[in-house]
C-alpha cells in the first residue's frame, strides 16, 4: 500500500511539474506551443477520444487484440523451441544459431514483407509482433533449461524420473524463474513492435497517433503515449507481478 501511494505521490508530482513548465512556456516560449502540450489538454483528448468519439477506445481495442494474438503465439512457440534447443546439441548448434541470428534482425524490418505476403490489415502486425517476441522467448526458455542443477537431474533419474517425466517434473518447474522473463520480455518487444507496425500499417493506437502527428494535434499524440505507458504499467505491477508471486509460491520457489 505504502509502495503505491509512493508511486502515484510520484506521478502527481511529474504532472504538476509537467504544467508548470507548459505554463512557464506560455509566457515565455522556451518551446513551440504546439509541439508542448499540456497534461490537462492531453487528459481532455483522452475523455473524447474515449467518451464523445470512441476513437481511442476503438484503437486501444484493435492493438490490444492484435497483441494478446501474437503475444500468445510467441510464448507457445519460443517456449517449445527452446526446450527443444536445450535438450538437443544437434538442433542448438544449427537451429540456435539461426534463433541468434534472427534475434538480432528488428521484427520491424520484416513488415515490408509481411505487407507483400500478406497485404494490408491485422494479420502482417500480428505476425510482426509474434516475431518480435518469439526469440527473445526462446533464448530465456533455453538459458533456463540448461541453467538447471545437474544434481537435480540425477535425484530425479534415481527417483525413477526419465524421459518426458523428467522435463514436466523437473526441468520445466526449475526453469520457471527464465519462462517469467521471458514472458515479460516477449510482451515488452511484442508491445514495440505492434507500435512500430502500426506506425506504418493499418489502425490500433499508432495509426491514430500518426494521424494526430499529421493534424498536429499533440495533445492527442501525448495521450496515446500516456495510453502506451499506462499498459505498461499495469502489465507489470497488477499482471506479472501477482502472476510471478503465485507461480514462485505453487512450485516452493518463494
Avoid: C
Amino acid at each position: 500500500m505504502i509502495t503505491t501511494v509512493r508511486r502515484v505521490l510520484f506521478f502527481i508530482i511529474l504532472i504538476a511539474i509537467w504544467e508548470a513548465i507548459y505554463r512557464l512556456n506560455l509566457s515565455y516560449e522556451f518551446f513551440s506551443v504546439t509541439a508542448f502540450p499540456s497534461p490537462i489538454n492531453s487528459v481532455t483528448e483522452l475523455y473524447i477520444g474515449f467518451f464523445e468519439t470512441g476513437i481511442l477506445t476503438e484503437a486501444l481495442f484493435t492493438s490490444i487484440q492484435r497483441l494478446l494474438v501474437g503475444f500468445i503465439i510467441a510464448v507457445i512457440i519460443g517456449s517449445l523451441l527452446g526446450l527443444l534447443l536445450a535438450r538437443s546439441k544437434i538442433a542448438d548448434e544449427t537451429l540456435g544459431s539461426l534463433v541468434i541470428a534472427l534475434q538480432s534482425i528488428p521484427s520491424i524490418v520484416w513488415l515490408p514483407i509481411m505487407l507483400m505476403l500478406f497485404g494490408s490489415g491485422t494479420l502482417p502486425i500480428i505476425l510482426i509482433v509474434t516475431l518480435g517476441g518469439t526469440w527473445v522467448m526462446t533464448s530465456n526458455m533455453r538459458l533456463g533449461i540448461k541453467s538447471v542443477q545437474p544434481i537435480l537431474i540425477r535425484a530425479a533419474r534415481t527417483m525413477g524420473y526419465k524421459g518426458s517425466e523428467l522435463i514436466w517434473h523437473v526441468m520445466i518447474p526449475a526453469a520457471v524463474p527464465s519462462f517469467l522473463s521471458g514472458t515479460r520480455l516477449a510482451w515488452a518487444f511484442g508491445w514495440r513492435a505492434l507500435m512500430a507496425a502500426e506506425l506504418i500499417g493499418s489502425g490500433g493506437l499508432g495509426r491514430t497517433l500518426m494521424d494526430a502527428r499529421d493534424f498536429y494535434n499533440m495533445d492527442l499524440v501525448i495521450a496515446i503515449m500516456i495510453i502506451i505507458a499506462t499498459i505498461g504499467l499495469i502489465m507489470e505491477f497488477v499482471i506479472f507481478d501477482r502472476i510471478e508471486k503465485k507461480v514462485f509460491a505453487r512450485w516452493g520457489l518463494s
